[in-house]
T-cell receptor, first 114, second 115 residues
Framework: DQQVKQNSPSLSVQEGRISILNCDYT??????FLWYKKYPAEGPTFLIS?????DKNEDGRFTVFLNKSAKHLSLHIVPSQPGDSAVYFC?????????????FGTGTRLQVTL | NAGVMQNPRHLVRRRGQEARLRCSPM?????VYWYRQLPEEGLKFMVY????????ESGMPKERFSAEFPKEGPSILRIQQVVRGDSAAYFC?????????????FGQGTRLTVV
């Protein structure tokens, strides 16, 4: 039962262009969404997050959009840089009151080409 | 995320042996989470611990797996009688309080290979 889905396993974008990574979820109890970036042989690094009460959050080159009715979120990176090449994981959190744990998608491998 | 220390980075065990994975959270963090990443999959939650307490172990297999976070020392994830299917990357994350959100920092992971 994959509650967080990233249907594109890979994405290739030219340097300077916009990268759009998509994520869908099925659990309507999720109230916080995060994007993590992961390089090979390293742990995930937090990138940006959004609460379910918002529909957009921006931090520098990174913007996350949330469409609650469609249970869809996306991460926009503009302009894309070669150093952005990594695996991006979408994650969601459901605050149950006793513990808050993350449910991750399977990741999208972004390659930014010169 | 260099503050969360996991060791060893790589661990090779034969089937039937025990694996012990260690996680030292960032200074001041009292909440530890363990995740497992199987090949070609996302990270899956295993267990959430505070000092001397297991808060949520809903993602932990019922047999062979155990976790602790003693008053002193690192958190330990223990896998007894390992099988090939246990081969994965195991990540630890820590946070200063319950809500994970932006304050969770991941370690570099331990890659367990069962031969």
């Amino acid at each position: 039962d994959q509650q967080v889905k990233q249907n594109s396993p890979s994405l290739s974008v030219q340097e300077g262009r916009i990268s759009i990574l998509n994520c869908d979820y099925t659990n309507s109890m999720f109230d916080y969404f995060l994007w993590y970036k992961k390089y090979p042989a390293e742990g995930p690094t937090f990138l940006i997050s959004i609460s379910s009460i918002k529909d957009k959050n921006e931090d520098g080159r990174f913007t996350v959009f949330l469409n609650k009715s469609a249970k869809h979120l996306s991460l926009h990176i503009v302009p894309s840089q070669p150093g952005d090449s990594a695996v991006y994981f979408c994650a969601a959190s459901e605050n149950t009151g006793t513990a808050s744990k993350l449910t991750f998608g399977t990741g999208t491998r972004l390659q930014v080409t010169l | 995320n260099a503050g969360v220390m996991q060791n060893p980075r790589h661990l090779v065990r034969r089937r039937g042996q025990e694996a012990r994975l260690r996680c030292s959270p960032m200074k001041g963090h009292s909440h530890v989470y363990w995740y497992r990443q199987l090949p070609e999959e996302g990270l899956k939650f295993m267990v959430y611990l505070q000092k001397e307490n297991i808060i949520d172990e809903s993602g932990m297999p019922k047999e062979r797996f155990s976790a602790e976070f003693p008053k002193e020392g690192p958190s330990i994830l223990r896998i007894q009688q390992v099988v090939r299917g246990d081969s994965a990357a195991y990540f630890c994350a820590s946070s200063p309080r319950q809500l994970l959100n932006t304050e969770a920092f991941f370690g570099q992971g331990t890659r367990l290979t069962v031969v």
